[in-house]
Structure formats: structure tokens, C-alpha cells
């Protein structure tokens, strides 16, 4: 994530998040064709980020890098670029950063050489202690030369004085606080850690000897790759010429994978601890349907996130499922825009009313979320314009009351439309005839849980509970270093 780039920014509070990215980080050991297989992983992730993308890959001798602003198929399609990123081990990431200006030095994986030799970092995921960990490095001399929280990881491993690249991650990481998934590849070894929570996930596959480390499944089926397992929470796997070995070097905490992956932000053709994400979100929309049904003649998903969810709520109320809102595939996700106004824009040139399936009809309307409300105050009045007869909206999560500060992009608290509102002003709001949200423990049995066990949640709910299961250390802080603020890039 970037820390931020204006000199005189103060530390956010809880209502002042605007630093968090959705990453994906991809990785490759033991093959000949590595970039090329990072860059199709990436491509199979590009849900994760779409504001940038970057490979580099070690070929015996160097380190070779690519990283460039856009999309993958545009930075990777080109032989000339894979060629250059010679060797059999290779790190690649995607980027979603909501600050606007990319700035090329904060496009990863981030490379550094070092005392042990050269190490290049990919990071999914946001530390919660940066600023204080970031000003302490600064005191020391540490020059940074990004706004990223994943350079302070770099810096930590650079001065750590354990003697291998293994001791000197775990050194590190014991001081972070926060959410990572990271894949860092060394002159020998491609390194696959989770943070001890869990909190974003992290695979490990297998192809032809090669071993490959992916955000999501997913990655893995576009090449071939078998999915041996997840990483564990707090594992590090370590993969070099003698094989795979794992470690568990971190005091063990209770696990909290992020639940909101499930519901929204993972592919749905990805396996997660051992869970298809596609059945997950159907049995999402079968809780809904039981907790919430509503007489309707039709059930219509937005698309495409509240397909999987209407699916599982039209088969468990027994109701006809239709397309009746049609979407656009060649205009980004609606809050990939950072301007309000583009925002706007966007919901109207992304979907549009099937409008002979809807005219006269009673309809229940499923989306994965609310988050401002843009999308669905747009979708329930584009739905009555086309002759609805009631328009019911359902949500297969629970109201988004809080920001979350562990690498999904949500806007400031305030804005949250749930934050400010309860569900019934919330329906008058989006201009529905009625609006339900499934339960936390309709979601928890949704993914296999008996319900939510309030003394020790089994996820990280906390965008719906505002239970944070990792302290907020810079929220807490003073103000932020100026040393934070980088000058305009040009490059
Ligand atoms: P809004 O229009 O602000 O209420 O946003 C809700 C829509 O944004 C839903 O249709 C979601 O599918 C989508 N959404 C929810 N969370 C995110 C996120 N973190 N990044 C991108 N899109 C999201």
C-alpha cells in the first residue's frame, strides 16, 4: 500500500483511510518459462489491481524487472519484455491503489540489493504499524525511495543482523503489525509467507518440478498448476534447489481470514481454504433467501458480483432467475474511478435494464455489497424506469459500517453508506421497497461455520463489526513524518 504523499498529511484516523490497496502476488520457482507463467497468473488476477503491474525474475546471474502502469495484457504481451525477464524464478504483482497518482517507484515487486544480495518483494495485503516502523527507519538513515508500507519490510530485512535471508524476514516480520501475503524471491529461493492471522490469501501449486506461489487458485488453473495447498497463517515456505520446506517461526494466534473475500473480492472459480468461493457466495444467497424472502416474480443479480449470491437465492426461494440488468465488460469496476463524478458516470455506462424481463414484475435485486450506495440508489431507479412493478433489494453481506485497514480499498468511514444509516433509511435512501442485509451469523453458516462466535471470530468480519482483530498502531500515532512526502514523479 502507499503511506501517502502529501508533506503535511496527518496520520489517518479511523474515518481517514485512504491508503489501502488490493494486490495480488504471484510467484515461480524451477521453470524455464517464469515470467511468461507470472504474467498469465497476473492476468488471472487482475481483479486484485488493475492500476499496475510488475515481474522480476532471476536468471543465475541478475535480476531482470518490468513494471509499468495498466493492465498486464498490456505491460507483458510483448515478447521482446518477456524475453528480457530471463531465468526460472520469477515474482510478479498486480497493484489497486486509491490514491490517484501512481507513482512508477511505488509499482512492485519492490527489488533491493542487499548486503545477502539482491530481493525482490511482492505484497498483498497492509501493515497497521508503518508510520511509527517507517519513522523509526528514517531516524536510523533508512532512505526510502517509495511511499509503499512493503519498502519498510525491505528496510527491516536490509539492517536485521541475523545472518540468512530466512532469519532475516522473520526478524522483520516480528516487528510488522498488520496484513501480508507476501512472495519475495532471492538469488536462491522464492519465500511465500502469510501473515499470522491469515488475513489474505496465499497458495502454493505445483507444475513439472516448478513450484508457484498465487493470491488465488485461479492463477493456477490458467497455466495447468496443481494447488498442493494454502499457506498457512503465519507459515513461511521456503522453496530452493533442495525442495520445500515450512516454518512457523511466529507466536500462533488465532486465525482471521478475511471474510469479505469470500463474499466479494476473490474470483469465484478460486478454491480458498478448501472452499469453492462460487459455492460459498451461492449458499450466501440460499441464507438470504431463508432469513429474508420477500413475495417477488423474479430475482436479478447485479453483475457480475451478485450473480453467484442471486443463484443460491433464487434456488432456495424457488423463484425464476433472470438477467434483467446487462452489463458492460469494457468499462472497469465502478470503484476503480477515484472521482466522484467519473463514479457516477461509470454505474451508467456499465449496466443497463433488460427491460422486457422487468417491466410489470415484482423484483428482488442481489448485490455482494453496499458500500456508498452509487450503485445500487442507480440500479434500483434504473429497474423502475424499466416498468418494475416493486424493486426489493438484497445484500449478501451485512451492512459495510466500517473501513477496513487490512488491504481492501474502502472509502473513508463517513462515506460508508451503513456507517450513517440504519437499514430502513438506508432503503429510502437507494429508493427500494424494502432492503435486507444477510445476518453475520447467516454468513458465517454460509461458509461453514455454525454461526459467529462473538468471544473468538473465526474471520476477519471487522468492516461489519468494527472488531479490528489487528491493533490500528498508526491510527493510534501522531503525525506523519514529512520525510513520507516524495517528490511529483516524473519518470
Ligand atoms: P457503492 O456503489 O459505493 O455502494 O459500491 C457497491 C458496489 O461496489 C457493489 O456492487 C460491489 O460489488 C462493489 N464493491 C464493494 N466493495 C468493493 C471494493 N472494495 N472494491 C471495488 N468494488 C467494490
Redesign the pocket.
Known amino acids: 500500500m502507499a503511506l501517502g504523499n502529501t508533506p503535511d498529511r496527518k496520520i489517518p484516523s479511523l474515518e481517514d483511510d485512504h491508503f489501502h490497496d488490493?494486490c495480488a502476488v504471484f510467484g515461480v520457482f524451477g521453470h524455464d518459462d517464469a515470467a511468461a507463467h507470472t504474467a498469465l497468473g497476473l492476468h488471472a488476477l487482475q481483479h486484485r489491481g488493475q492500476e499496475a503491474s510488475g515481474i522480476v525474475s532471476f536468471n543465475g546471474n541478475n535480476f531482470n524487472s518490468h513494471r509499468a502502469p495498466g493492465l498486464v495484457g498490456d505491460n507483458f504481451s510483448s515478447e521482446e519484455i518477456i524475453s528480457r525477464l530471463a531465468g526460472t524464478m520469477a515474482v510478479g504483482h498486480n497493484r489497486y491503489s486509491t490514491t490517484g497518482e501512481t507513482m512508477i517507484r511505488n509499482i512492485q515487486p519492490l527489488f533491493a540489493d542487499l548486503e545477502l544480495g539482491g530481493l525482490a518483494i511482492a505484497h498483498n495485503g497492509n501493515l497497521t504499524n508503518a508510520y511509527a516502523l517507517r519513522r523509526a527507519l528514517v531516524q536510523r538513515g533508512c532512505i526510502f525511495q517509495s511511499t509503499t508500507d512493503t519498502e519498510i519490510i525491505l528496510h527491516l530485512i536490509a539492517i536485521s543482523e541475523f545472518s540468512t535471508v530466512v532469519d532475516r524476514i522473520i526478524d522483520a516480520l516480528r516487528q510488522v503489525e498488520g496484513a501480508y501475503s507476501l512472495v519475495l524471491l532471492s538469488n536462491d529461493a522464492l519465500i511465500g509467507v502469510r501473515d499470522p492471522m491469515g488475513v489474505r490469501p496465499l497458495a502454493l501449486g505445483r507444475m513439472d518440478g516448478a513450484y508457484f506461489f498465487a493470491s488465488e487458485t485461479c492463477a493456477f488453473d490458467i497455466i495447468g498448476v496443481e494447488h498442493i495447498r494454502d499457506v498457512d497463517p503465519g507459515e513461511i515456505v521456503i522453496v530452493d534447489k533442495d525442495g520445500v520446506r515450512s516454518i512457523k517461526p511466529f507466536t500462533k494466534t488465532p486465525r482471521h481470514f478475511c471474510i469479505?473475500e469470500y463474499i466479494?473480492?476473490a474470483r469465484p472459480d478460486s478454491m480458498i481454504e478448501d472452499s469453492n468461493v462460487y459455492a460459498v457466495r451461492k449458499r450466501i444467497g440460499a441464507e438470504l433467501a431463508r432469513e429474508s424472502h420477500v413475495e417477488s416474480d423474479i430475482v436479478v443479480p447485479?453483475p457480475d458480483?451478485?450473480v453467484p449470491a442471486a443463484i443460491g437465492y433464487a434456488e432456495q426461494a424457488g423463484v425464476p432467475f433472470e438477467l434483467g440488468i446487462i452489463r458492460n465488460h469494457y468499462v472497469g469496476?465502478?470503484?476503480?474511478e477515484p472521482s466522484d463524478h467519473i463514479?457516477h458516470l461509470g454505474?451508467k455506462l456499465k449496466h443497463n435494464a433488460n427491460t422486457g424481463h422487468i417491466a410489470g414484475k415484482r423484483v428482488v435485486l442481489v448485490?455482494?455489497?453496499?458500500?456508498?450506495?452509487?450503485?445500487?440508489?442507480k440500479i434500483v431507479a434504473m429497474v423502475r424506469a424499466a416498468g418494475a412493478k416493486e424493486v426489493h433489494m438484497r445484500i449478501s453481506s451485512p451492512p459495510?459500517t466500517h473501513s477496513?485497514f487490512y488491504g481492501?480499498?474502502?472509502?473513508e468511514r463517513e462515506e460508508l453508506?451503513a456507517a450513517r444509516h440504519d437499514v430502513e433509511a438506508m432503503a429510502k435512501h437507494i429508493g427500494a421497497d424494502s432492503l435486507s442485509f444477510i445476518s453475520l451469523d447467516g454468513l458465517y453458516r454460509a461458509v461453514g461455520e455454525p454461526g459467529r462466535n462473538s468471544q473468538e471470530p473465526q474471520y476477519c468480519d471487522a468492516c461489519f463489526t468494527g472488531e479490528y482483530p489487528i491493533p490500528l498502531t498508526d491510527r493510534q500515532g501522531g503525525p506523519m513524518p514529512a520525510q513520507l512526502s516524495l517528490l511529483t514523479e516524473q519518470d
Open positions: 488490493e469479505f466479494y473480492f447485479v458480483s451478485g469496476r465502478t470503484f476503480i463514479r454505474v448485490d455482494d455489497s453496499i458500500v456508498r450506495g452509487t450503485t445500487s440508489e459495510t477496513c481492501i480499498d474502502t472509502p453508506l
